[in-house]
């Protein structure tokens, strides 16, 4: 078992950077692949980027923050960060992360295990 919190999360003006952070207690959290995803109200969630498991030197990015967006991960402090640069507004949503026990860069929410409960983003114009 794994529980995820999420942190960081605010109000930013467009153009702004905010860091999101997934903090992470139970099992052995370098054996996890961590993802992040969002969801605007009325939207379906969505995949924003993730890092596998171990030393986390794959990452994979949605093409809607790919250049902006950065994911990476602190294994000895249980923590995977998102770094968002150049925010817009339509980055405004609720971030979730995700954590599956295996290597695979998932795209899918489905395909994930455990799930924090969300920080909310929102960026005005």
């Known amino acids: 078992q794994v529980q995820l919190v999420e942190s960081g999360g605010g109000l930013v003006q467009a153009g702004g950077s905010l860091r999101l952070s997934c903090a992470a207690s139970?099992?052995?959290?370098?054996?996890?692949?961590v993802g992040w995803f969002r969801q605007a109200p009325g939207k379906e969630r969505e995949f924003v980027a993730v890092v596998s498991w171990r030393s986390g030197t794959r990452t994979l990015y949605a093409d809607s923050v790919k250049g902006r967006f950065t994911v990476s991960r602190e294994n000895a402090k249980n923590t995977v960060y998102l770094q968002m640069n150049s925010l817009k507004p339509e980055d405004t949503a609720v971030y979730f992360c995700?954590?599956?026990?295996?290597?695979?860069?998932?795209?899918?929410?489905?395909?994930?295990?455990?799930w924090g409960q969300g920080t909310q983003v929102t960026v005005s114009s």
């Open positions: 139970g099992r052995t959290f370098s054996d996890y692949t």
């Open positions: 995700a954590a599956r026990p295996d290597p695979e860069l998932q795209r899918v929410g489905t395909w994930y295990y455990y």
